[in-house]
């Protein structure tokens, strides 16, 4: 996985770009502590602190797929001194399945720069009795005893619920969405029995992984994650033609972009980190 420090938030007219920033920056992160999401955030902003400087203040705000954070940063001042974290659901799903939202995503933002690409990681808990995704198992699970399996995601509208449909489209089969707000919600459920398999980013999954918590079937990848060596990708399991990632951009407000200054922004794009 690439993480690169996007461009931050540039200065207004009345600053010049050796000034910027004069204070912390608030960085809105549309989804709770320890998602992936607000994971990838802090270590941005860390590597940020680092090669130029610049200090952040975080502000959680989930709810309804990530609306609520852009929504927020929508309404702020366009100073330079609020930006947020947009991904594929807020950004491009998210205005094509609520009837009306408080923001455009195509008007209100400005995005400076992609900040990371992951797919899918199907999870389940590790005294879970499925050990694999294709037939004979999860699947075969779910033939057998349609409408009884559950899946859980980070909300509805979210690139992990909308991978979760498709596959059930292909594979014939039917599970319970359980939506919530969150993997540290998501995970006590699942961790205790009682929700069946858990959608979200492969960032979320790893310190799981690693603690030894979950199994992960597998990922919505066109290859293997290197992270996940071990794990096939969907359509290794058998289901041809269903990849799904999920796509963190950084962005400031469309009017602070707009009174910005070029060096500011190339200041913030300038560094690159790699991440395991």
């Not at 938030?9 to 992936?36: D, H, M, N, Q, W």
């Not at 860390?46 to 203040?57: D, H, I």
């Not at 879970?128 to 509805?156: C, F, M, R, V, W």
Request: glycine share 10%.
């Amino acid at each position: 996985m690439t993480i690169c420090v996007a461009g931050g938030a540039p200065a207004t007219r009345a600053a010049t770009p050796a000034a910027y920033p004069e204070k912390s920056i608030c960085l809105i992160v549309p989804f709770p502590p320890g998602s992936g999401t607000d994971i990838l955030a802090r270590m941005v902003a860390n590597e940020m602190n680092k090669s130029l400087g610049w200090q952040f203040v975080f502000d959680n705000r989930p709810g309804a797929a990530g609306n609520l954070g852009l929504d927020l940063a929508a309404k702020a001042a366009p100073d330079g001194y609020t930006m947020v974290i947009g991904q594929t659901s807020n950004l491009a799903v998210n205005p094509n399945l609520y009837a009306k939202l408080r923001y455009d995503s195509l008007r209100d933002f400005a995005p400076m720069s992609l900040i990371s690409s992951m797919p899918i990681a199907m999870m389940v808990w590790a005294k879970s009795p499925y050990q694999k995704l294709g037939d004979l198992n999860l699947i075969e699970a779910a033939k057998n005893k349609p409408a009884t399996l559950t899946l859980a995601t980070t909300g509805n509208g979210t690139i992990g619920h909308l991978s979760g449909e498709l596959l059930q489209r292909v594979a014939g089969v039917k599970l319970i969405h359980v939506p919530y707000k969150g993997a540290a919600v998501a995970f006590p459920d699942l961790l205790g029995g009682r929700t069946s398999v858990f959608n979200a980013s492969v960032e979320t999954a790893l310190p799981q992984v690693r603690g030894g918590t979950i199994r992960v079937l597998a990922v919505t990848a066109a290859a293997r994650v290197p992270a996940l060596k071990d794990v096939p990708t969907v359509a290794k399991a058998g289901y041809q033609g269903r990849r799904a990632g999920r796509h963190l951009v950084w962005l400031p407000h469309a009017r602070a972009h707009a009174v910005g200054d070029r060096r500011t922004h190339e200041r913030g794009n300038h560094a690159c980190v790699e991440s395991p």
